[in-house]
């Protein structure tokens, strides 16, 4: 049987973060899916099983608060 694999979107809403931060998160190489194809045109199809949900879950635990868009209108 084989592993189910998420969208980006769909990875994103599991591991509670927006689909823009994952994708700067992407562009800036912080994280990777586990399956990245080239498609005609530029566009890169990602695929992202339970493993990758779960680390982006770590890193966003371990990082998300230590960004400075994080913070903004939170009070100290």
Known sequence: MANKTY????AAEKSGVHRATLMRWLKAGRVKAS????MPGG???RWWTD??????EEYKNAH???MPQARRGKKK
């Open 43 to 45: 566009r890169i199809l």
């Open 64 to 66: 998300y608060w230590e």
């Open 35 to 38: 399956d990245e194809r080239k």
């Open 7 to 10: 969208s980006t979107l769909e």
């Open 51 to 56: 493993a990758d949900i779960k680390m982006l």
